[in-house]
């Protein structure tokens, strides 16, 4: 098992940064992938983005490249989404997820196990 436990949200004005966390602990040699999802009230969660545990290869969905940047500390077991020229569409339940074998990034049923989420609130 792996256990997920994100930090870093809050409430940011229009065009500021913030940056999310997500440590793992457990069995984290199993995993292969980490990714970041986005949920709002009343819809699925949506990718936003993924990182692959070794190589460090970085997945993003386009509403957020060049914007978002994803990295990880492999000796810290923590995966960071880092979020610049945020807008009010990215106001969202933030979630880390991970993946024990390589079957894609942007859908969340390919993920095995999540954190408990972390609002994010871009205010206009």
Not at 2 to 22: K, P
Not at 35 to 56: H, L, M, Y
């Amino acid at each position: 098992q792996v256990q997920l436990a994100e930090s870093g949200g809050g409430l940011v004005q229009v065009g500021g940064s913030l940056r999310l966390s997500c440590a793992a602990s457990g069995r984290t040699f199993s995993m292969y992938a980490m990714g970041w999802f986005r949920q709002t009230p009343g819809k699925e969660r949506d990718f936003v983005a993924a990182i692959s545990w070794n190589a460090g290869i970085t997945y993003y969905t386009d509403s957020v490249k060049g914007r978002f940047t994803i990295s990880r500390d492999k000796a810290k077991n923590t995966v960071y989404l880092q979020m610049n020229s945020l807008k009010p569409e990215d106001t969202a339940v933030y979630y880390c997820a991970a993946q024990k074998a390589p079957r894609g990034v942007q859908s969340e049923r390919l993920y095995d196990y999540w954190g408990q989420g972390t609002q994010v609130t871009v205010s206009s």
